[in-house]
């Protein structure tokens, strides 16, 4: 009789155990709820949001992305001055990539994971957005692009504004052919941009009559250039394609001429070299050489004009403009319409409001579409003169398409 009391007691005891245990639970889960929406409502309500700039301010292409910061910076100051998006104003928070493509993603994944941001405005080379294509897509995040790339690719987290293969290499290589001559060397850093560009340059070559010379590459960073200098010199080409990145065109360019190769002996080319790099390498050695572009300082719109002098006003009289730091400062924008046509910083309602919208950036009107969120370019070749600055050879005409994956051209069907 006593151990049935017992055991009825314990059994009782252990009733009120369990459902002390479960009210404390969900009273718990409650308070964590209430905490998770109050945290909602407190950032919904927040007059500021956030976005990730991420680009390299220290390493090799720290030559290159410092001024790709400070044009996404001027964009936000800019819109904030109108009143920012939705009625909030745009806070930047700047990581540094460190021309090393791991920290790229290590950066991007502390940008959407702990600080939240509501899109990031990065990257110079292909391997840096290669390293950041998994982050945004598993974290739901968005990526604008701004530099010209291989093509080849399609995430739907990422918007490009730079330009892609039949924006510039494709075109730049067909003029050379019709202009400058038949016989090319390829040139460029070890990894997977100037290498998918090259194989495409190749397949366009052999469809359109050129003739392929030679063909290499250097790590990036790299500074001696003997070797592959000479091996241009003995093979002798038309045309030097160049897709070396980073501070190795330094190095590339005055050894050129100390060998006594000028622009009046060999054309070369680039695609990574803009106004900002020619400080860096010096006119004395670049003039007359050609680059490929969609936009140059020497661009004669109205919105240019303003552009050119807001950024000079504000970064100093000595610095210059070019196509990424342009590509840079009206993806902000590009990002700051899509939200506001959204009525939402949510990353699909902002890629599906995308589709379609304009703006009258400083080399002309661009547009997103939404089918690969790439954005129509006008395509331009230009020649480096001797105050630094290019003066425009040739140009489009309009603003072309892009085609990614070179869809449209019966002798890339191969490459895709």
């Excluded at 739907?156 to 494709?170: D, H, K, L, R």
């Excluded at 803009?274 to 719109?301: K, P, S």
């Excluded at 954005?375 to 040739?394: C, H, M, N, P, S």
Aim: glycine residues 8%; aromatic residues 10%.
């Amino acid at each position: 009789m006593k151990r049935s009391k017992v055991v009825k007691a314990s059994l009782t005891f252990l009733l009120i155990l369990i459902f002390a245990i479960g009210s404390g639970c969900a009273a718990s889960n409650l308070v964590s709820k209430d905490k998770q929406t109050e945290a909602s409502e407190k950032k919904g309500s927040s007059d500021e949001v956030e976005v990730g700039v991420l680009h390299s301010l220290s390493g090799t292409m720290a030559i290159s992305e410092v001024s790709l910061r400070d044009a996404e910076l001027m964009a936000i100051e800019e819109i904030n001055a109108a009143g920012g998006v939705l009625g909030k104003k745009i806070k930047p928070i700047v990581e540094d990539g460190a021309s090393d493509w791991p920290t790229f993603a290590e950066k991007a994944k502390k940008l959407l994971q702990k600080d939240e941001v509501a899109t990031i405005f990065g990257g110079w080379t292909s391997a840096s957005r290669k390293s950041m294509l998994p982050v945004v897509e598993q974290n739901n995040g968005l990526l604008w692009y701004p530099v010209q790339y291989e093509g080849m690719e399609q995430s739907p987290n990422i918007f490009y504004t730079g330009a892609t293969t039949n924006q510039q290499i494709v075109p730049s290589v067909t003029w050379l052919l019709e202009n400058k001559g038949k016989k090319f060397f390829l040139i460029g850093s070890d990894y997977v941009f100037p290498r998918t560009a090259n194989k495409i340059i190749k397949a366009q070559l052999k469809a359109e009559g050129g003739e392929l010379l030679g063909e290499e590459y250097t790590p990036m960073g790299h500074t001696d250039y003997s070797t592959l200098i000479s091996k241009i010199k003995k093979e002798k080409p038309e045309v030097v394609y160049n897709t070396l990145n980073g501070d190795s065109n330094v190095a590339f360019f005055k050894q050129l001429k100390d060998a006594g190769l000028t622009s009046k002996d060999v054309t070369v080319l680039s695609v990574s070299v803009a106004e900002e790099e020619i400080r860096g390498i010096g006119v004395d050695v670049l003039e007359g050489h050609l680059a490929a572009w969609n936009y140059f300082q020497t661009t004669d719109t109205p919105e240019n004009k303003t552009f050119v002098e807001k950024y000079k006003a504000k970064y100093g009289d000595d610095r210059v403009t070019g196509d990424p730091i342009e590509a840079a400062y009206f993806a902000v924008y590009l990002w700051a319409e899509a939200v506001e046509k959204a009525g939402s910083f949510d990353v699909e309602k902002v890629k599906s409001a995308a589709d379609g919208i304009e703006f009258k950036a400083p080399g002309g009107t661009v547009k997103i579409d939404g089918e690969t969120q790439h954005t129509y370019k006008t395509v331009r070749i230009g020649a480096v003169q001797k105050d630094g600055q290019f003066k425009e050879l040739w140009n489009s005409g309009e603003p072309v398409k892009p085609d990614p994956y070179l869809k449209s051209y019966e002798w890339a069907k191969g490459l895709q």
